[in-house]
């Protein structure tokens, strides 16, 4: 169901925040950054993700001990190819689809078996699913109904996957409204946020097609609505982000996941541990690679 974000609760209890940001193939890298929050004993009071970040999210919610089988299921997806470039099936998914180019069958299949009870209000831990409303234009916030619905909802790139219909709204990629959703945290009442972007820096790009120029097209609009987001929202509670910086070859591409966990799993320890005051307290900002770089 679609959350009013209008006011900020006046009631302060603490309340630590994980937010996910979006990311295509790259959505492995927020696996060792949250197996190591896992290890250090941290267990936040709420998630929310947006687009991959909302698998990964739904995965924590619901296993908040352990997130072995996680990393499992982004390496099943190592030779696949969520789109292909043959022509004649592209034009036939048209004409039989109509919305979108391909289906997300084998990814909600994927996910089915890593799901007990498919209701988001079941999970150990509250989880908050970034969409973005058709009829709207604007951000849609789910935090109860069918948990792969609204997943595959967030994931919903517009014109690759099809819109998802939650309630009496058809949903798409929650990237598409909101980046780095701190706005959804804050609203839930966080006194204290962390946040894996995997946004990444601007660096030398050359087209590799139609579907990877129009998926790098997004990721700079999302980018841009990130910074927006936290120069809005990262002053207002005490906020750690992390950013990699690491990305896959292609947007729709998971050949290299393997080596992106094994970069992943040496960086997030040093990173982690760098945003840990002397007192064990977390220190806000804004981590790049494994140097801090600004302060929100």
């Not at 099943?76 to 292909?84: A, V």
């Not at 790139?157 to 219909?165: E, N, S, T, Y």
């Amino acid at each position: 169901m679609p959350l009013a974000q209008q006011s900020v609760p006046l009631a302060r209890e603490p309340r630590l925040a994980l937010v996910l940001s979006g990311g295509g193939a790259s959505g492995i890298v927020q696996v060792p950054f949250i197996e190591e929050l896992i290890r250090k004993g941290v267990r936040p009071d709420l998630i929310v993700g947006s687009s991959v970040g909302a698998v990964n999210g739904a995965f924590l919610a619901l296993h908040p001990n352990s997130i072995d089988g996680l990393a499992d299921l982004w390496m099943e997806l190592r030779s696949t190819r969520l789109w292909h470039r043959n022509l004649l099936r592209i034009g036939r998914n048209l004409l039989t689809r109509g919305t979108s180019l391909y289906s997300n069958r084998f990814l909600r299949n994927l996910f089915r078996p890593h799901v007990a009870i498919d209701e988001i209000s079941a999970t150990e831990i509250p989880l908050f699913v970034v969409t973005t409303s058709l009829s709207s234009g604007r951000k849609h916030v789910v935090s109860s109904g069918e948990l792969l619905a609204s997943v595959m909802a967030s994931i919903a790139v517009p014109g690759l996957f099809p819109p998802v219909r939650l309630e009496d709204d058809w949903c798409v990629d929650g990237g598409l409204s909101s980046g780095l959703d701190l706005e959804t945290a804050l609203f839930q009442g966080a006194t204290q946020t962390l946040a894996v972007d995997l946004g990444v820096q601007p660096s030398p790009y050359r087209p590799r097609g139609l579907v990877d120029l129009l998926m790098r097209s997004m990721e700079i609009a999302v980018q841009e609505r990130t910074k927006a987001e936290i120069d809005q929202f990262g002053s207002e509670v005490p906020t750690v982000i992390w950013r990699p910086g690491l990305r896959a070859a292609s947007f729709g591409s998971f050949h290299d996941v393997a080596d992106l966990y094994a970069a992943a799993k040496d960086m997030a320890p040093v990173m982690i541990e760098q945003a840990l005051g002397p007192d064990g307290k977390w220190m806000p900002g804004i981590y790049e690679g494994v140097v801090p770089v600004a302060k929100v």
